[in-house]
Protein backbone atom coordinates (compact mmCIF):
# COMPACT_ATOMS: atom_id res chain seq x y z
CA UNK A 1 0.00 0.00 0.00
CA UNK A 2 1.40 3.21 -0.94
CA UNK A 3 3.06 4.95 2.37
CA UNK A 4 3.35 8.63 3.36
CA UNK A 5 4.92 10.46 -0.29
CA UNK A 6 6.24 6.92 -1.88
CA UNK A 7 5.49 3.57 -2.08
CA UNK A 8 7.17 0.64 0.96
CA UNK A 9 10.86 0.32 -0.40
CA UNK A 10 11.51 3.69 -1.48
CA UNK A 11 14.85 5.74 0.26
CA UNK A 12 13.36 7.67 3.47
CA UNK A 13 14.94 10.77 4.73
CA UNK A 14 14.67 9.94 9.25
CA UNK A 15 14.98 13.12 11.51
CA UNK A 16 14.85 11.94 14.63
CA UNK A 17 14.50 14.64 17.23
CA UNK A 18 15.63 13.34 20.94
CA UNK A 19 14.34 15.11 23.94
CA UNK A 20 17.56 16.50 25.97
CA UNK A 21 16.17 18.18 28.21
CA UNK A 22 16.85 18.30 32.29
CA UNK A 23 13.65 16.22 33.03
CA UNK A 24 15.30 13.45 31.02
CA UNK A 25 18.01 12.94 33.35
CA UNK A 26 15.12 11.27 35.67
CA UNK A 27 16.86 7.71 36.75
CA UNK A 28 14.83 4.73 37.74
CA UNK A 29 17.19 1.61 38.14
CA UNK A 30 19.85 2.70 36.17
CA UNK A 31 18.15 3.74 32.82
CA UNK A 32 17.52 7.47 32.50
CA UNK A 33 14.68 8.95 30.06
CA UNK A 34 17.88 10.35 28.18
CA UNK A 35 19.56 7.03 27.54
CA UNK A 36 16.38 5.05 26.66
CA UNK A 37 15.85 7.74 23.51
CA UNK A 38 19.43 7.34 22.69
CA UNK A 39 18.75 3.54 22.43
CA UNK A 40 15.36 4.43 20.70
CA UNK A 41 17.49 6.50 17.92
CA UNK A 42 20.15 3.95 17.79
CA UNK A 43 17.75 1.00 17.17
CA UNK A 44 16.12 2.96 14.33
CA UNK A 45 19.66 4.28 12.74
CA UNK A 46 20.19 0.21 12.72
CA UNK A 47 16.72 -0.54 11.08
CA UNK A 48 18.12 2.38 8.28
CA UNK A 49 18.71 0.53 4.58
CA UNK A 50 21.66 2.17 2.71
CA UNK A 51 19.45 3.90 1.00
CA UNK A 52 18.23 5.99 3.41
CA UNK A 53 19.76 9.16 5.63
CA UNK A 54 19.00 10.50 8.94
CA UNK A 55 19.30 14.02 10.36
CA UNK A 56 19.43 13.94 14.61
CA UNK A 57 17.99 17.00 16.34
CA UNK A 58 19.10 17.24 19.94
CA UNK A 59 16.16 19.62 21.64
CA UNK A 60 16.52 20.65 25.23
CA UNK A 61 18.92 23.21 26.01
CA UNK A 62 17.07 26.77 24.15
CA UNK A 63 16.94 26.37 20.39
CA UNK A 64 17.19 22.65 19.08
CA UNK A 65 20.31 22.05 16.98
CA UNK A 66 21.38 18.98 14.36
CA UNK A 67 24.02 16.86 14.80
CA UNK A 68 25.46 17.19 11.40
CA UNK A 69 24.59 20.07 9.22
CA UNK A 70 23.10 17.97 6.64
CA UNK A 71 21.46 14.28 6.45
CA UNK A 72 23.78 11.14 6.57
CA UNK A 73 23.83 7.76 5.22
CA UNK A 74 26.80 6.86 7.32
CA UNK A 75 25.50 4.44 10.20
CA UNK A 76 28.84 4.23 12.05
CA UNK A 77 28.91 8.17 11.94
CA UNK A 78 25.56 8.49 13.09
CA UNK A 79 25.54 6.57 16.09
CA UNK A 80 28.81 7.89 17.03
CA UNK A 81 27.02 11.00 17.07
CA UNK A 82 24.28 9.69 19.17
CA UNK A 83 26.05 7.88 21.58
CA UNK A 84 28.25 10.42 22.82
CA UNK A 85 25.40 13.11 23.11
CA UNK A 86 24.74 14.09 26.82
CA UNK A 87 21.44 15.76 28.22
CA UNK A 88 20.90 19.23 28.86
CA UNK A 89 19.92 21.15 31.47
CA UNK A 90 17.09 23.33 29.50
CA UNK A 91 13.34 22.63 28.63
CA UNK A 92 12.21 20.36 25.69
CA UNK A 93 10.32 22.43 23.10
CA UNK A 94 8.15 20.30 21.00
CA UNK A 95 7.11 22.63 18.16
CA UNK A 96 10.61 24.47 17.28
CA UNK A 97 12.19 21.13 17.14
CA UNK A 98 9.78 20.25 14.28
CA UNK A 99 9.82 23.54 12.84
CA UNK A 100 13.44 22.78 11.88
CA UNK A 101 12.64 18.74 11.16
CA UNK A 102 10.07 20.44 8.37
CA UNK A 103 12.42 22.63 7.44
CA UNK A 104 15.44 20.42 7.16
CA UNK A 105 12.68 17.47 5.27
CA UNK A 106 12.28 20.48 2.73
CA UNK A 107 15.51 20.04 1.51
CA UNK A 108 15.16 16.19 1.49
CA UNK A 109 14.97 14.71 -1.92
CA UNK A 110 14.15 11.14 -1.27
CA UNK A 111 10.42 10.11 -1.23
CA UNK A 112 9.54 9.14 1.57
CA UNK A 113 9.95 11.10 5.01
CA UNK A 114 9.71 10.17 8.27
CA UNK A 115 10.16 12.40 11.57
CA UNK A 116 10.43 10.72 14.83
CA UNK A 117 10.09 12.61 18.59
CA UNK A 118 12.19 10.52 21.36
CA UNK A 119 10.76 12.25 24.63
CA UNK A 120 9.97 11.93 28.34
CA UNK A 121 6.55 13.02 27.61
CA UNK A 122 6.43 16.07 29.93
CA UNK A 123 3.76 17.82 29.01
CA UNK A 124 5.76 21.51 29.58
CA UNK A 125 7.51 20.88 26.16
CA UNK A 126 5.46 20.11 24.03
CA UNK A 127 4.03 24.33 24.54
CA UNK A 128 -0.01 23.35 24.02
CA UNK A 129 -0.55 26.96 25.09
CA UNK A 130 1.20 28.69 22.07
CA UNK A 131 -1.53 27.80 19.77
CA UNK A 132 -0.47 30.06 17.10
CA UNK A 133 2.97 27.90 16.80
CA UNK A 134 1.55 25.20 16.57
CA UNK A 135 -0.99 26.71 13.26
CA UNK A 136 2.11 28.05 11.81
CA UNK A 137 3.81 24.30 12.31
CA UNK A 138 0.39 23.19 10.88
CA UNK A 139 0.77 25.25 7.63
CA UNK A 140 4.18 24.50 6.85
CA UNK A 141 3.75 20.72 7.02
CA UNK A 142 1.09 21.52 4.52
CA UNK A 143 3.21 23.13 1.85
CA UNK A 144 5.43 20.19 2.04
CA UNK A 145 6.11 18.09 -1.16
CA UNK A 146 6.34 14.93 0.12
CA UNK A 147 4.26 14.60 3.96
CA UNK A 148 6.61 12.90 6.49
CA UNK A 149 4.78 9.95 8.70
CA UNK A 150 5.10 11.65 12.44
CA UNK A 151 6.04 9.61 15.31
CA UNK A 152 6.12 10.94 19.23
CA UNK A 153 7.59 7.56 20.82
CA UNK A 154 7.49 8.65 25.00
CA UNK A 155 10.19 6.97 27.03
CA UNK A 156 10.15 7.37 31.33
CA UNK A 157 12.03 5.56 33.52
CA UNK A 158 9.02 5.98 36.00
CA UNK A 159 6.00 3.25 36.11
CA UNK A 160 3.74 6.35 36.70
CA UNK A 161 4.73 9.35 34.85
CA UNK A 162 4.11 13.08 36.28
CA UNK A 163 2.34 14.18 33.87
CA UNK A 164 1.95 13.49 29.96
CA UNK A 165 1.89 14.90 26.55
CA UNK A 166 -1.28 15.46 23.83
CA UNK A 167 -0.79 12.12 21.41
CA UNK A 168 -2.52 14.27 19.04
CA UNK A 169 -1.59 17.43 17.97
CA UNK A 170 -3.26 18.61 14.97
Not at 11 to 39: N, R
Request: proline fraction near 7%.
Amino acid sequence: PPQFGGAAGQPVTHVVIIDASLSTHQDADGATAFKLAKDAALRIVDRMKSSDNMLVIRAGDGKPNTLTNKPSYDKRFLKAKIEVMEPGFGVFNAPLALEMALWQLGNSKLPRHRVYLLTDGQAFGWKADQGERWKRLEKHLATLRVKPAIYVLTRSPQEEPVNCAPIKVF
